[in-house]
């Protein structure tokens, strides 16, 4: 006997048709919120004629080779980028599941099948033997998408797929801002501690003179135990910043995902030459600028296709199933004109009673929107802060620089003038000390204020979107396709 493919048959056109004609759409249209800051930066300066701090490689904002070697590293092994990276493939793969629902599945089948009847089953008293074989092509379940669901859910995927890729990018910028700061502190433990070593054999030397003095009866024990404590707070001193710089090294070590091997000679922080002048532009400027506000608006754009998707729900679903094929119960008549076989089969889908499910989706998918719009329009606010916080302290950290070093030159003439006293027998022994604790004390806050100055500017670059491009060739090459 011949057996019908379950499967559609002329229907083609029609179905074309009716996908063609699908396009109703019940999401929201779109609108950027207002971005809830000021229309300008304080202290935002006048330097418009360098280059946007986006448009700067950060081979060019770092030129010490040793800090862009670690850059280099890091951005080629370290494992959170990796993560991040891969997240941009799952998102990407994720889109073109939910696109591909906007297109028909069709399939190829075939099957074939032999049974035996005994002959006490069969009219004719003998044994039979029957077969039953199918070829054919077969559309399942192809929803016409009139009300714009699967758009929008497919519309959803791809703004997410955007905002994982946007958040890649915020990752690569935080990470090599989180490289320079984290050299910069390792070399500001580095200068200190080399002070401390010297500081103490400097120390070391005055407490031998103290010791002998006192020997011969020249001082007394107060200032023997001066020397001494002087003595063992540049010993602790030291002591402190070899575990923070070895501590420093380590994190380093993390972040360049591998160990640091044949690095090239570091620089003090008196020759970085980090550019520290960088023209802010406008607080709109960080919205195309800023990765992490771009993710935070496709989080937002996709949320809002979602609630199109939740509408749609409310709506009549239509799908078909169709194929068209060949059946026969003979293997030989399978290909034969008789064999011809087809089904179409439209279906409808009318939401009568689901309990509130609909309804609940709706208002889910509308507060989901509402949380996006808050995260945007915070991401904005935070963007802003930073932004500000290290212009206010570009001008003020480098008056505090200056006004160090000055200290220091204070301190180092009024130590050099008490020894002179005590020489002389004018002033005690205390005088020294205390000059020289007070000298130590400056030099160490000169090199902490310069670490900071150096970080502020690091800020500076990563708040303004800086770090994505290794030089500035990239910026030229890439600026006429933005």
Known sequence: MTSRFNSAGPGAAALLIAAALAGCSLTPEFTRPVAPVADAFPLAGTALERQAASEIGWRQFFPDPRLQALIAAALENNRDLRTAALRVEEARALYNVQSADQLPT??????????RTPLGLTSSGRPSVSGNYQVGLSLAAFELDFFGRVRSLSEAALSQFLATEEAQRSARISLVAEVARTYLAERSL???MALAQSTMLARNEAMKLARQ????????????RQAETLLQAAQIAQLVLARQQAQAMNALTLLAGQPLNALPPAKPLSEQGVVSDIPPGLPSDLLARRPDIRAAEQRLRASNANIGAARAAFFPRISLTSGLGLGSNELSTLFEGASKSWSFVPQLTLPLFDAGRSSANLSLAQARNSLAVVDYERSIQVAFREVADALVARDLLDQQVEAQRLTVEAQADRARLSELRARNGIAGSLEVLDAQRELFAAQQALIQARQLRLTNAVDLYRSLGGGLLESNQQAAVSAPTR
């Open 213 to 224: 003095r006192f020997d011969v009866g020249a001082s007394s024990a107060l200032d023997l």
């Open 190 to 192: 580095a200068e200190q």
């Open 106 to 115: 069709i399939n190829a089948t075939g099957n074939a099948s032999r049974s």
